[in-house]
């Protein structure tokens, strides 16, 4: 098959653009994909769906790739979230490592952070929708919060926000309990399975260890879940 073509320069968010031009939720030619995206994710992202995914996929044992071949699979996904850019997901990928690179050359094992940052994206092209896997995680189990984008429109098909478990301020939670207590929105950010050593203080997935030496530790990606490294 012919290779991905590269981003349209057009398209690719500018060296120096001011921080208050990207994440723009209101306005641009993909806000419409954009906002329907999240309307989907805020209406099915419920407790009861994050419990039913992190059990699906909680065993790492559905495939194993090495992690090339995971960000060769993200040449197919363009992430509707996403309101910047509308090109393939791997060019983000390198794209982000590039750049990180550049700010810290001295910290090779964050250039790899970057690099696999949205790995867990590759959900969406074994049959999980994208409203299921891409966007900004969120708290489940409470009150919207008003960080939440377009919190305040895309929640009324919820079925969590009639809930008195879970409509409430602080919802199934106590206050002060932790955040590793708290259950976010099953996504691309929210579980990583096997590119790293350990495991993390809630059990819900694999911290990544920066490699030793680092860069070297690209071992076969095992996974289950999607990625626990935020993008």
Sequence with gaps: PRPPQGPDSSEEPKPGKAKAELRNYTEGKLIDRVY??????????????VRRKS?????????????????????????????????PNSFHAFQTAEGIRRAHPDKDWFHLVGLLHDLGKVLVLFGEPQWAVVGDTFPVGCKVQKSVVYGDSTFHDNPDTRDPRYSTEYGMYQPGCGLENVLMSWGHDGEFGGAGEGVSPSGQGAALTPPTPPLQGLQPLVWGRAVLLGG
């Excluded at 329907?36 to 769906?49: A, C, D, I, K, R």
């Excluded at 044992?61 to 040449?75: H, I, P, Q, V, W």
């Design 36 to 49: 329907n995206t999240y309307l989907l994710m805020h209406t099915h992202q419920t407790v009861e769906f």
């Design 55 to 87: 059990a699906q996929y909680g065993s790492c044992s559905l495939r194993k790739m090495s992690a090339m071949e995971a960000l060769e699979l993200l040449d197919q996904l363009v992430d509707e979230s996403d309101p910047d850019v509308d090109f």
